[in-house]
């Protein structure tokens, strides 16, 4: 643990979830983020929302200064249950995020991590994640 501490400089958000922030009603699970020193990681916990645009594209809210990619993020989701296909989610590095090919009621699985754009950040999107 004190090797982590080092590696790192203790500079950690710790796990935030920005669920509540999304504008499409969200019905189960939570889109997370963590900057781990220069790390940044975005997770998909079982994301599923109640009724997905008739586009299948959910646009992310827009990701705070810190917790940016240093480049175009993209990555796949997988359905978490038995669905045949899955999706992809990107991310800009000016923050901006997309969920494609999402579905109402799918649940969406992912985790991506790259490196974070900006110094590290002074204030934290979202709350902590329980």
């Known amino acids: 643990m004190s090797w982590l501490l080092r590696r790192s400089g203790g500079r950690d958000t710790g796990w935030r979830d920005l669920t509540a922030v999304i504008a499409t009603t969200v019905q189960s699970g939570r889109l997370l983020v963590r900057r781990k020193a220069d790390d940044l990681s975005v997770v998909l916990d079982?994301?599923?929302f109640?009724?997905?645009p008739t586009s299948n594209n959910i646009p992310l809210p827009r990701m705070a200064v810190?917790?940016?990619p240093r480049?175009?993020?993209r990555g796949d989701w997988y359905p978490s249950l038995g669905y045949a296909a899955g999706g992809s989610l990107g991310i800009t590095a000016l923050g901006y995020g997309n969920l494609y090919f999402a579905s109402s009621g799918v649940a969406m699985s992912a985790t991506l991590t790259c490196d974070a754009a900006g110094v590290f950040p002074?204030?934290?999107p979202g709350v902590v994640a329980a």
């Open 46 to 48: 079982d994301l599923a």
């Open 122 to 124: 002074t204030s934290f």
């Open 71 to 73: 480049y175009r993020l």
């Open 50 to 52: 109640v009724e997905a």
């Open 66 to 68: 810190g917790f940016r």
